[in-house]
């Protein structure tokens, strides 16, 4: 599905946007926005607009279902997040990322955050990239979207949602089919409103700064990106990049900024090796296989790199897209003597397969990425024992490494321990609720044993997270009629389907 077939979906929160909300909400005389406190949407229903959009978004290719990259990004966010006196205690906060080589970032309703692979690539250093979700989370902090939504005062409600989503969606990557889709959405006479505003934009560039600076980055790095696009944008044949298409950038604004990093003493803030890792993986996982390799090779060659670590990794996933499966596990054994080699890090000396090498804190994440790195290296060259021996050590080390858990239960599945699946799912659950990952991976387990009815329950859920409501009441009422399950399996599943019917009449109702 491309971006502007995306956007058309999207014209179905026209129709679905009244059976989520009471139709008090999309009343056309709406209150004077200056006053946030005053604003038509509330907190509950921007985070159900949110929902729906990421449900498309999840549904679409280029959603990165990296939980590594997932990781890395929440975990700057939410440092980020501590850091700012704007966050309210029940604000939630989700960011992701998208397989998208264009430079740019969007907020949606609801405190979900997207960051194309293009812009955290282009960032050069991790103080860079914390500015503009610094920039980002502000804008939700500030109900930016909310304001901009409730202040189409002449258009209608269910028309400004349904155009946001398709701008902001439709137009990531390509601004015309954006246009051809606002306008299919008869949205023509807001599409200007729908760009965040020039004293939106000072003001996520004010609370932004503040943000970054507690938070312990470097504050010249929100000016250093925004001022290197700003320049970028004179050099694109077809305009600017797509962020300052959906944030207005000034040289005004740059200098602003310039002006409150004048007044902090300077310090160098060193980059997490993790900023590295994931913008090596990133680069991997784009272009031709064959001219990725070639492009880490030369960069390695010339020692163009800022951390050779990193590079080093992502050599090695990209020799895996590219099935040269031999040569990944050389690279591998490089990277291992590298990381020895660095006196910087805290690894455990005399390194032998199965016995993870980074362990200090710090760079626990680190070591988790590695070493899930490591056994996908040994299962593309079949050497199972070696593979699982790097699973079940690394676990140890890394118990709560989503990508190790996940890399595990499916090398359990593909090697005919459907049942050994199954047990380490029923730990894990203990521990993660609500996981659609976990629950993909029960629904294979459950199959491969021929349990028909938890198969079918396990599917339901995934439906439920996908907020496919009907199609997870089937499943369960599917699931009713499978013989093979016990009583206390079947009162599980009549009780989860007497709850999911319950839910869906209240929600309709409302």
């Known amino acids: 599905m491309n971006n502007y077939q995306i956007g058309m979906k999207f014209l179905y929160l026209i129709i679905v946007i009244?059976?989520?909300?009471?139709?008090?909400?999309?009343?056309?005389?709406?209150?004077?926005?200056?006053?946030?406190?005053?604003?038509?949407?509330?907190?509950?229903?921007?985070?159900?607009?949110?929902?729906?959009?990421?449900?498309?978004?999840?549904?679409?290719?280029?959603?990165?279902?990296?939980?590594?990259?997932?990781?890395?990004?929440?975990?700057?966010?939410?440092?980020?997040?501590?850091?700012?006196?704007?966050?309210?205690?029940?604000?939630?906060?989700?960011?992701f990322a998208l397989q998208d080589p264009s430079i740019n970032a969007f907020a949606l309703p609801g405190g979900f955050m997207g960051?194309?692979?293009?812009?955290?690539?282009?960032?050069?250093?991790?103080?860079?990239?914390?500015?503009?979700?610094?920039?980002?989370?502000?804008?939700?902090?500030?109900?930016?979207?909310?304001?901009?939504?409730?202040?189409?005062?002449?258009?209608?409600?269910?028309?400004?949602?349904?155009a946001l989503a398709i701008a902001i969606l439709a137009s990531r990557s390509n601004p015309q089919a954006g246009q051809a889709v606002l306008a299919t959405a008869q949205a023509g006479a807001i599409q200007s409103r729908l760009n965040f505003t020039r004293k939106h934009e000072k003001e996520a560039d004010r609370i932004g700064f503040n943000i970054l600076q507690k938070a312990g980055f470097d504050p010249h790095g929100m000016a250093a990106f925004f001022e290197r696009l700003q320049n970028a944008g004179r050099y694109y044949e077809n305009g600017a990049p797509s962020y300052l298409r959906t944030h207005p950038l000034t040289y005004e604004r740059i200098a602003d900024i310039e002006n409150r990093t004048r007044e902090l003493?300077?310090?160098?803030?060193?980059?997490?090796?993790?900023?590295?890792?994931?913008?090596?993986?990133?680069?991997?996982?784009?272009?031709?296989?064959?001219?990725?390799?070639?492009?880490?090779?030369?960069?390695?060659?010339?020692?163009?790199?800022?951390?050779?670590?990193?590079?080093?990794?992502?050599?090695?996933?990209?020799?895996?897209?590219?099935?040269?499966f031999q040569r990944a596990d050389k690279e591998l054994n490089e990277l291992y003597r590298l990381?020895?080699?660095?006196?910087?890090l805290g690894v455990l000396k005399n390194h032998r397969l199965g016995k993870p090498v980074l362990v200090e804190s710090e760079y626990l994440q680190t070591g988790a990425m590695i070493e899930t790195l490591a056994a996908r290296v040994k299962l593309a060259n079949k050497q199972i024992k070696d593979a699982f021996a790097v699973y079940q050590s690394a676990l140890k080390t890394y118990p709560q490494h989503r990508a190790l858990i996940y890399d595990y239960i499916a090398a359990l599945l593909d090697h005919q321990s459907a049942q050994a699946a199954l047990d380490f799912i029923n730990k894990q659950s203990q521990i993660i609720h609500e996981d659609i990952n976990l629950y993909r991976l029960e629904a294979k387990a459950h199959a491969a044993l021929d349990n028909h009815m938890l198969q079918h329950r396990a599917q339901a859920e995934i439906y439920i997270q996908e907020g496919k409501y009907h199609a997870a009441i089937e499943q369960l009422e599917i699931a009713l009629r499978m013989s093979n399950g016990n009583f206390y399996q079947l009162s599980s599943v009549e009780a989860r389907l007497r709850q999911l019917k319950e839910f869906v009449a209240a929600f309709e109702k409302d």
Do not use: C, W
């Not at 978004?57 to 280029?62: C, T």
């Open 18 to 95: 009244p059976l989520i909300f009471p139709a008090s909400i999309f009343a056309d005389e709406l209150p004077d926005l200056g006053d946030v406190s005053q604003a038509t949407i509330t907190p509950r229903q921007e985070r159900q607009i949110g929902l729906q959009i990421m449900r498309q978004i999840r549904a679409d290719p280029s959603y990165l279902n990296d939980a590594e990259i997932d990781s890395y990004l929440n975990n700057l966010g939410n440092r980020l997040i501590s850091s700012s006196n704007e966050a309210k205690p029940d604000q939630s906060f989700e960011f």
């Open 115 to 162: 960051f194309n692979s293009g812009l955290i690539i282009a960032a050069q250093s991790e103080s860079e990239l914390a500015g503009v979700m610094a920039h980002e989370i502000a804008h939700v902090t500030q109900k930016h979207l909310a304001r901009m939504i409730s202040g189409q005062q002449h258009i209608g409600l269910i028309t400004s949602i349904a």
């Open 265 to 324: 003493a300077y310090r160098q803030v060193p980059d997490s090796i993790d900023f590295h890792l994931v913008r090596a993986k990133l680069k991997a996982l784009q272009g031709n296989p064959a001219d990725t390799v070639a492009e880490f090779d030369s960069r390695i060659r010339d020692k163009r790199y800022a951390n050779e670590i990193a590079e080093r990794y992502g050599l090695i996933y990209a020799l895996l897209r590219d099935k040269k």
């Open 339 to 344: 990381i020895q080699s660095d006196q910087s």
